[in-house]
């Protein structure tokens, strides 16, 4: 018999005479001469419940069904009399692929975020990390519809490089030599006999690639894996974490914050919308205010103010910051939330900051001072994307590898673009879990990652 | 005047009085008082044909536009009178961004894929690359599209890895110290210092993390980079490649392999389909039974044999191989295409292998000798999917690990899950690359890739 995942008949519109359901058992109470048990397979957050009465062969082992343990359970879907639930399953057989122990980790009560890191592999299984789990695909996949309905085409930059990214942070190196087998005692290349032959990277962005197929093919995206070695320790960095940069040729700094606010504001209305269960549970258990966060972010456009504006803002607020505010520091996540939290109360996109701040592909506006840089900010967060126009001028993009200090050697790629039928283009890229952590409540990366690394940590 | 993509124009059943393409000179043609220009905007394989006349107030320019110049056309999509193409634009204005220069190197000749590998970032500019890379990015959109509708859950399972991933090929390292400063010198760990204090891979497959959500969530998948480090040359092998790897609870081998089946149909028909036009490309100059390959793949079901029935049948064969047959050997890539092209001349699925051959996650069958392993064979490619059912024993996988050597102490998490709710489940991967060229009949890997990484190439 096929197996039904409960998503889908808990969206019945009818009883259903024979179907069997597969999955883990959640609880199980006993009545004199029947059981309850509700089985959950993870399709959604709901389980449901099954009816095991003593007429079954084996309902001597039934009775035994602990927290965890492995059923197939065939039956009937009816309408259940309980006030909790619509439809239950009575069933006519329940197959046990095995008992859970009794030192199963997930007994039913509330474990705390520390507990269940330390069992990555078992946190799937409970509701919140399932609910988190389930958003981020919808999530991922709904990037993908949203880019592919608008003609974008899905490029996999690569993750090893040999470039050093824009001199962003610090960098994962990758290679084949074992510690101590760098050849660098008779004084060549440490790396002359590394695999690629060069100092290789883990990318830190896709975009200078994505560039080169947006000048060829028009719009562009990129959505995968990018790195950074920071060895820091907040909730907010991990070592691993997902991008999603578009860049589009024939598109300037206006149109760019134009789309990546159409881009934010789909993205929340749809998990909002098609992941209605899920972000339910976070707006109860994690962050009662979700759901007036979210729905400001859909209903209202987006502020924009320029980096000036915004640090004349700050100057004059009266909110003691950590970090000093002047002309030409950039922005910290406590200047960008006081702006979206306190000041505006909605997002907020800060355009055209200081040159000197900003790296060497950003477009230099006419005033020589700025670059058509974007950030768009969002309550509780801070920064969600980065952006801007790029540099499509060949004699002012030298004058900023120069000014930057970048090698243009290993540029001379990137450098032939702006001669080859160069034309504007704007891109940004959205952390993925900053996305997640915003529309899920949750306030530590490493609990919107399914396994993720941090310094010192790489576990599973 | 909002741009408009020429694929979206080509596809008009009406003139359009006012509108506006942008995108790159592929030729230019000059007659007395007006010119044809062909314009490109990667957005599909065709350009369109815009009509210059002399009234226009920059026409001595646009009588210098060479191939790679970038524009803006603003006109009127018209029918056109020639017979090569239903429409054209007649053109109010020609703005140029930027004439590419007489040394741009993509004119309007033949290159070989050596010389445009060199200049991987041009070369989507070109009818073949920009054909290889929209069919890439719709066959990824259809495979999240494909498992989205059944319910399967995208999970980023991690690149970074500190387990040594089933012992399968070259491993590259990832670290972030520099050559000469691993402290192994006094005795101690030579990666206590190190990012993650242990010594950390790219991983190969995300399997072994994909079953851990498979066992919480039910169907899953991954979607992701992968990484070998073979120093091997050959047009079969890159260091970085995309792999699908769906992974299902409650599945056996059976319902493994009728899965595996149906993804490929499925996804070689969407491609024939919807990437009707740059498949056509591939059909003429690349090769000419493309079609029939692929036609044969969506309408006949994959036969399926044992790996013994395949051996026999090999050792039967008046073929000469390079590598001996014998039962107990794995099958070569000459044998998968003996099998597929010669034979049975369709897709075959061997399965059962000999458990000595193969990892010690794939189950071991009653009869001990063999486990419930498959492979997806095709012909041009050899074999496309790899799969198995995993052994949900703990008894038999600890015996297992045992036998291969693994260390299982960097997989208690695994082993846990055979413990905690085991069930019968199972996967595959597939190699995208070997997917696309497949679709396409490009016979080198590093032609379906954007940027691709192999033993001492890292440009770009």
Chains 1, 2 share one sequence.
Request: charged share 25%; glycine share 6%.
């Amino acid at each position: 018999m096929n197996k039904t995942k409960i998503k889908r008949l808990l969206l019945s519109d009818t009883p259903i005479a024979s179907l069997q359901i597969r999955g883990w058992v959640r609880t199980r109470r006993d009545a004199k001469t029947f059981s309850f048990i509700e089985v959950n397979d993870g399709s959604c957050l709901s389980g449901i419940q099954v009816i095991a009465e003593d007429s079954l062969a084996n309902y001597e082992e039934v009775r035994r069904l602990s927290t965890g343990s492995a059923v197939a359970v065939s039956g009937e879907l009816r309408e259940s009399p309980g006030k909790a639930q619509k439809w239950e399953i009575l069933a006519t057989r329940i197959h046990i692929y095995q008992f859970a122990p009794e030192d199963y980790p997930l007994q039913k009560k509330r474990h705390t975020d520390e507990f269940l890191r330390s069992i990555g592999h078992l946190r799937p299984r409970t509701n919140k990390y399932g609910g988190v789990f389930r958003i981020r695909s919808e999530a991922a996949h709904e990037i993908h519809r949203f880019f592919h309905e608008r003609d974008f085409i899905y490029v996999h930059t690569p993750i090893l490089t040999g470039s050093d990214c824009e001199g962003a942070g610090e960098l994962f190196r990758a290679t084949t030599l074992e510690p101590g087998d760098h050849k660098e005692a008779d004084g060549k290349d440490p790396y002359a006999h590394d695999f690629f032959g060069q100092k290789t990277h883990l990318t830190v962005s896709g975009q200078l690639e994505a560039e080169m197929f947006a000048l060829a093919l028009g719009d562009v995206y990129t959505f995968g894996p990018t790195f950074r070695a920071e060895n820091s320790n907040t909730r907010r960095h991990a070592s691993e974490f997902w991008m999603v940069e578009p860049e589009m040729a024939f598109c300037d700094l206006a149109e760019n914050m134009a789309f990546a606010e159409a881009f934010v504001r789909h993205m929340v209305a749809h998990v909002l919308t098609r992941c209605e269960e899920d972000v339910g549970l976070f707006a109860r258990f994690v962050d009662k205010s979700l759901l007036d966060t979210l729905g400001n972010i859909v209903e209202k456009p987006f502020v924009r103010i320029s980096y000036q504006a915004a640090v004349d803002i700050l100057k004059k607020s009266t909110a003691t910051f950590s970090y000093e505010i002047s002309y030409g520091k950039d922005l910290q996540t406590e200047h960008e939330r006081y702006l979206a939290e306190t000041h505006f109360r909605q997002p907020v996109i800060v355009h055209d900051y200081p040159r000197q701040i900003k790296p060497f592909y950003m477009r230099v506006n006419d005033d020589e001072k700025t670059v058509a840089a974007m950030d768009v900010i969002v309550p509780g967060i801070g920064e969600i994307i980065g952006g801007s126009q790029r540099e499509e001028r060949a004699d002012v993009l030298e004058t900023r590898m120069a000014e930057t200090g970048m090698d243009d050697s290993s540029y001379w790629w990137y450098m032939d673009s702006r001669r080859y039928g160069s034309v504007p283009h704007s891109g940004f890229g959205l952390g993925f879990e900053r996305f997640l952590m915003l529309v899920t409540g949750v306030t530590n990366i490493r609990d919107v990652i399914p396994f993720p690394r941090t310094p010192g940590s790489i576990d599973f």
